[in-house]
Nanobody, 126 residues
Framework: QVQLVESGGDLVQPGGSLRLSCVVS????????IAWFRQAPGKEREGVSW????????YYADSVKGRFTISRENGRNTVYLQMNSLKPEDTAVYYCATPLTPRLGSSWYTFQGLYWGQGTQVTVSS
């Protein structure tokens, strides 16, 4: 059974840092692409970052580029999202998800065909 469990969300001041974790089970992390999405109150879900399994390539939304870093630790079946220089507009529930394919494809835009975690709340506020 495919499962993804996020953790690490918290209340943090602007300019601060957090590291989110996503522990996966039921599939081999190094064979499949994985991504982080977020949804802020009253807004649509949006893609934050993805990591391809084949060549380890990464992609970041413009809004987080240079501040967030996605990585994985296959031996721990865990994907991380290191978030630095956090801004109030980063406040959202953050989800990890996988299409169970090596690359994300159109799922990045449609949010279809993905296995999702339950989400973890990140709040950036003074």
């Amino acid at each position: 059974q495919v499962q993804l469990v996020e953790s690490g969300g918290d209340l943090v001041q602007p300019g601060g840092s957090l590291r989110l974790s996503c522990v996966v089970s039921g599939f081999a992390l190094d064979y499949y692409a994985i991504a982080w999405f977020r949804q802020a109150p009253g807004k649509e879900r949006e893609g934050v970052s993805w990591l391809s399994s084949r060549d380890g390539s990464t992609y970041y939304a413009d809004s987080v580029k240079g501040r967030f870093t996605i990585s994985r630790e296959n031996g721990r079946n865990t994907v991380y999202l290191q978030m630095n220089s956090l801004k109030p507009e980063d406040t959202a529930v953050y989800y990890c998800a996988t299409p169970l394919t090596p690359r994300l494809g159109s799922s990045w835009y449609t949010f279809q065909g993905l296995y999702w975690g339950q989400g973890t709340q990140v709040t950036v506020s003074s």
